[in-house]
């Protein structure tokens, strides 16, 4: 990996390697090679689709066309971006070079004037960063993924193994490690069906999205359905009803539902931070990774600390586009414009953030002597047990008899089975009772880790 010094951002240097994909389809580079194709499929569907209203393409112009567009690189990055330099247009500048290019050909030089017919530049803007919004989900969602399975992975794996459950800090009912982690995947799994099921959508239709381009020069075609279909090609949804900007509300729907993902992967981190501060998890050593400057006893959980960070900064970005790009004075203004140039931050950092978690589950492991000894700690638990079977067999004050024996107090074994048989309770509630241990007091947690 190349270290530019000079990058602001930490995506493009020290964790430029760690979100490469993400990276890639987000970059300046990226945007305009989206830009010139569709520029370049749009000249090509015009001239094959309505060949009577538009000059015909030969098959050996379509090939020669066909080649000057899979030849994308670099290079072309660059004298797009000279062109640029001059026009102060970024969209401009693709058009001129696609014109310079064909003005090479005897040809070619005759469709000059079909390059981005019809359009205004938002229109390849609209379907462009559709396009990269779209494939960026899927990165992102194939990142998750891999949360996904490490946590069902670990549900099944450590389904029955019982801890110390907390509510409010204090003991609680016990529960086990494989159904509370079962609680974080079914979360993630459902939101990501929510993320799933929004549509990308784009408009091309031109200045003020009235088709009025299309329609002065020919009004009988239906340029709706036209238009609709060149954009499925790409895999967009056309948005019919639209300024001369398409309001963007998908792309505010999609931002919420990261958030919300990293709201549930913080929660995740969190939670496994606590476990390992409370020796519930141990954090498998590294040989040559270092833990404190100072300190070298230490091993931290830094993975989840670190993504705690980034999904913040993920989720703060995505909302402020969620907030701003919803909104444009009238019929268009520029700001959304500069804007939407960063909206490949929120999915780098939130990937970022994935990457770290992922590698912070692979490192925790349960401390069962721990988790046993906790357990063993804290027999007054079992008090919800006890007073549920109590009510059950007509006790009326069963809560308060359970409360004045342990409430701020410990219990220990022999407490607890000293308490069990002064009650009037059935041979068969009591012989349940003095059976349970919190240890065996997890319901069908292990089921449900299962699942």
């Known amino acids: 990996m190349k270290f530019d010094h000079d990058n602001i951002s930490p995506l493009d240097n020290r964790y430029a390697n ?13 945007l305009i090679k989206i830009r010139f194709e569709i520029e370049i499929e749009w000249l090509i569907y015009l001239c094959t689709k309505l060949p009577k209203s538009f000059k015909s393409l030969s098959k050996d112009s ?31 500048a693709i058009e001129y ?11 070619l030089s005759k469709y000059t004037h079909l390059i981005h017919f019809g359009l205004t530049s938002e229109d390849i803007n609209s379907l462009s960063y559709a396009y990269m919004i779209k494939n960026g989900v899927t ?17 099944k794996k450590w389904s029955n193994i019982s801890f110390q459950a907390r ?89 919420h539902s990261i958030i919300r993902l990293n709201n549930i992967l913080t929660d995740l981190c969190q939670d496994t931070w606590i476990y390992i501060s409370n020796d519930i ?16 006893h230490k091993i931290n959980p830094i993975d989840f600390e670190n993504a705690e960070g980034n999904f913040g900064i993920s989720s703060a970005l995505l909302n402020f586009f969620s907030i701003k790009l919803t909104k444009s004075r009238q019929q268009r203004d520029l700001s959304d414009s500069t804007v939407l140039r960063n909206v490949g931050l ?16 692979g490192k925790i492991i349960p401390n069962k002597d721990k988790i046993k000894s906790e357990l063993n700690e804290n027999w007054e638990v079992l008090a919800e047990a006890v007073q549920t079977v109590m009510r059950y067999e007509g006790i009326p004050d069963a809560y308060e008899q359970l409360k004045n024996l342990s409430r701020g107090s410990k219990l220990d074994a022999i407490t607890y089975k000293d308490f069990i048989n002064s009650l009037k309770l059935s041979e068969s509630s009591k012989a349940n009772l003095l059976k349970l241990t919190p240890e065996k007091y997890i319901g069908i947690a292990s089921k449900l880790a299962k699942d």
């Open 281 to 296: 998890f141990a954090l498998k050593l590294l040989k040559n990774e270092v833990g404190s400057s100072t300190m070298p």
């Open 18 to 30: 760690k979100i490469s994909e993400i990276r890639k389809n987000f970059s300046e580079s990226a």
């Open 139 to 155: 990165l992102y969602i194939d990142e998750l993924n891999k949360i996904c399975k490490t946590l069902k992975i670990y549900s």
């Open 62 to 92: 379509i090939r020669k066309i066909e080649l000057f567009k899979n030849g994308f690189d670099d290079k072309y990055v660059l004298k797009i971006k000279k062109i640029e330099l001059k026009t102060n247009h970024d969209i401009k």
């Open 167 to 255: 509510t409010h800090g204090q003991p609680a009912s016990p529960s086990t490690i494989g159904k509370e982690l079962k609680v974080f995947s079914s979360r993630l799994e459902r939101e990501i069906k929510i993320l799933k099921s929004i549509e990308p959508m784009a408009k091309f239709s031109g200045a003020t999205g009235n088709y009025h381009t299309f329609n002065i020069v020919n009004e009988k075609v239906d340029w709706v359905t036209f238009n609709m279909k060149f954009i499925k090609k790409f895999g967009i949804k056309q948005n019919k009803y639209t300024t001369q900007i398409e309001p963007h509300d998908w792309i505010a729907e999609v931002c």
């Open 97 to 107: 070079f696609i014109r310079d290019h064909f003005n090479k050909d005897r040809i």
């Open 346 to 361: 929120g999915f780098g950092y939130a990937v970022l953030a994935i990457v770290s978690t992922n590698k912070g589950l």
